[in-house]
């Protein structure tokens, strides 16, 4: 008889609040963006981030681990691709390019990892994952549209969507060598670490610029940062990762397409802004990619052999 596995509840519970929470991060972002440039805020929000995880994991594991030199290598590389790389693609990326068309971009990530996965890691590349991944993302990119995805190819592609996929690729990245290179360590050990050394790297670009002092930011503003750096990042980062090593870089990496999802239905909730049918329909085609990647699976049975 046939077996049915599944993406267990509590891992499809975090992975969602984990979309959730960074669709929340848009709003705050709106926030915090007018007071202050982008190096300056993306410093502030991962040192916010490197207090609260050092914090938690002195609570939770009484310190961080040892590390072998691969395991250095590691979480260097997290630190460059989760943090840094990212966050700089993502910033310069927004400078030129429309939201909308830069979430499509970003969107891409669950593709990049579903086929960084079957190369690096030998995860199969399935129908289902093409279809889910293909579903979700033409989900975003008629939410994003309005009901025209071909809209948000006009104009071409310059450096700023340059930036954008390498954000992407980046985060694709995060996720893989969080899953395959980092053994033997918690999520949140491994989080803490990529967050200590990619904070690093921000505070080293951030003085090259020359900007020491802080922002003279609204309380407002501050409380936006501490959302970003708490639960946008010391939170949902180690949720996300915990998730990676439950079900595997691909079928994790899809739930960030539900992102723009929560960023609109967050929009539409506290900023009062206007939900149309294209909205609707593209939630639905991201949440139909997310369910069958996700969904139960038969596996076949134990063949028998007779006693002899």
């Given at each position: 008889m046939n077996k049915l596995t599944r993406t267990p509840v509590p891992v499809i519970a975090r992975l969602s609040l984990v979309?959730?929470?960074w669709g929340g991060t848009f709003i705050a972002g709106r926030v915090a963006a007018p007071q202050?440039?982008?190096?300056?805020?993306?410093?502030?929000?991962?040192?916010?981030?490197?207090?609260?995880?050092v914090i938690i994991v002195f609570m939770r594991e009484g310190g961080l681990p040892r590390l072998s030199r691969t395991q250095w290598v590691g979480v260097v590389l997290l630190g460059m691709t989760g943090v840094a790389g990212y966050n700089l693609g993502f910033m310069y990326g927004l400078e030129t390019v429309p939201a909308s068309r830069g979430s499509l971009?970003?969107?891409?990530?669950?593709?990049?990892?579903?086929?960084?996965?079957?190369?690096?890691?030998?995860?199969?590349?399935?129908?289902?994952k093409i279809v889910g991944c293909v579903l979700a993302l033409l989900g975003v990119a008629i939410e994003l549209s309005g009901g025209n995805p071909l809209v948000l190819f006009e104009g071409g592609a310059g450096w700023g969507e340059a930036a954008l996929f390498a954000a992407a690729v980046s985060w694709a990245g995060y996720t893989l060598i969080g899953k395959g290179l980092i053994g033997g360590m918690s999520a949140l050990a491994m989080t803490t670490y990529a967050a200590l050394t990619g904070t690093a790297l921000l505070a080293l670009i951030v003085a090259v610029r020359g900007e020491i002092a802080l922002p003279q930011a609204t309380i407002g503003a501050w409380v936006a940062l501490g959302y970003m750096g708490i639960f946008g990042t010391a939170i949902a980062f180690v949720w996300f990762m915990e998730g990676v090593q439950a079900v595997g870089p691909?079928?994790?990496?899809?739930?960030?397409?539900?992102?723009?999802?929560?960023?609109?239905?967050?929009?539409?909730?506290?900023?009062?802004?206007?939900?149309?049918?294209?909205?609707?329909?593209?939630?639905?085609?991201?949440?139909?990619?997310?369910?069958?990647?996700?969904?139960?699976v038969a596996t076949p049975p134990i063949a028998r052999t007779r006693p002899t």
């Open positions: 979309a959730l929470i202050m440039s982008a190096p300056m805020s993306a410093l502030l929000r991962y040192i916010i981030a490197t207090v609260a995880l971009l970003i969107a891409l990530n669950p593709a990049a990892t579903m086929i960084g996965a079957a190369i690096f890691l030998r995860e199969p590349l399935t129908l289902a691909a079928r994790a990496s899809i739930f960030v397409n539900l992102v723009p999802v929560a960023a609109i239905t967050l929009g539409v909730l506290l900023l009062g802004e206007h939900v149309n049918a294209s909205m609707i329909v593209g939630a639905a085609l991201v949440i139909a990619g997310v369910w069958i990647i996700n969904r139960p």
